[in-house]
């Protein structure tokens, strides 16, 4: 009988931990302990703290910032944490109240976007701020510099450390914007307009000269969803508008939707690909890394959008 019962444990125990998420959070007692809430953030945080800090992200791969609620664990992270980054206007829509007590437990962090002018940055037509800041390298550089100076504050023993790492990570987005710039002028000027599933490209339009529509707000084919679909249909037959793109974060078949009011209309709109736009890709990969993603991103649109 002893037997039978030490083998119902062990399977009892099995269940108990197969049903347990993997969570590779753990604090290191040796460095600086962030918490970031995007994958890009934290990317940027390791590129700045290197091997003085150790980096947690609570949104992975194709999570949506705008409707990311923060769980219990989430909580006793930031509690922990060193040090906390969030993007702030708005993006992390439903964790204001998680921010608001940051200040009440003393907790050391950082707001990025509490730091750009009004100039800096762009209001939808309802004066509702944009918050995808990252899409303008010459802001994310901004970006560098703020998480660069947090680390120096806190840690100015190595204040040359957090220097030299920023400036290097300077010349690798210093590159990247090259490298965006050379492969958008193989697009004919008047192709330059990108489509997407959500509003997230803003900041890529007003820096690199691209017309950008987003279909965000459509999320059920509701008569405004359908004249906005007829609209934009007209708009894509009119300038011969080769592709469109669709994100992970809105469904699919609004893009799919217009590509086939494009088609009713005697004209032939691909779908060019996904792009990352508030996540990055898989850890370990290299569409993982903001620079990785954001090139990714260039090469789906050009692929797209240039003459054949
Ligand atoms: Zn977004």
Same mark, same amino acid.
């Given at each position: 009988?002893?037997?039978?019962?030490?083998?119902?444990?062990?399977?009892?125990?099995g269940?108990?931990?197969?049903?347990?998420?993997?969570?590779?959070?753990?604090?290191?007692?040796?460095k600086i302990n962030i918490v970031t809430t995007t994958a890009i953030i934290a990317d940027l945080a390791r590129n700045i703290g290197q091997?003085?800090?150790?980096?947690?992200e609570l949104m992975g791969p194709g999570i949506d910032p705008h409707s990311y609620n923060a769980t219990a664990g989430d909580i006793r992270k930031i509690q922990q944490a060193d040090l906390v980054i969030f993007n702030g206007l708005h993006l992390e829509g439903k964790m204001e109240k998680v921010f608001s007590n940051l200040d009440k437990i003393d907790k050391n962090y950082l707001e990025i976007g509490a730091h750009y002018t009004m100039d800096e940055l762009i209001y939808l037509e309802d004066q509702a701020v944009d918050p995808h800041i990252w899409f303008s390298v010459t802001l994310w550089k901004k970006a560098a510099t703020l998480v660069c100076e947090k680390l120096q504050d806190m840690d100015p023993e190595n204040f040359d450390y957090y220097l030299d790492n920023k400036n290097k990570y300077f010349t690798q987005l210093n590159?990247?914007?090259?490298f965006i710039r050379e492969e958008i002028s193989k697009i004919p000027e008047q192709s330059r307009v990108l489509i997407t599933a959500h509003d997230a490209f803003n900041y890529f339009g007003r820096e690199y000269g691209f017309e950008v529509i987003g279909l965000q707000g459509l999320s059920s084919l509701d008569e405004a969803g359908i004249k906005r679909i007829s609209e934009l249909a007209e708009f894509i037959v009119k300038r011969e508008i080769k592709a469109i793109y669709i994100e992970n974060s809105v469904?699919?078949? #609004?893009?799919?939707?217009?590509?086939?009011?494009?088609?009713?209309?005697?004209?032939?709109?691909?779908?060019?690909?996904?792009?990352?736009?508030?996540?990055?890709?898989?850890?370990? #990969?290299i569409e993982g890394t903001y620079i990785g993603a954001y090139k990714a991103n260039i090469i789906a649109i050009v692929g797209g959008l240039k003459d054949e």
């Open positions: 009988m002893p037997k039978i019962k030490i083998v119902l444990l062990i399977i009892i125990i269940i108990f931990l197969g049903g347990c998420q993997v969570d590779d959070y753990y604090y290191d007692k040796s091997e003085k800090v150790h980096v947690y590159e990247l914007d090259l469904p699919v078949k #609004t893009v799919q939707a217009l590509q086939k009011a494009v088609l009713s209309r005697g004209f032939n709109v691909k779908i060019g690909g996904e792009l990352y736009s508030d996540s990055l890709g898989n850890k370990n #990969t």
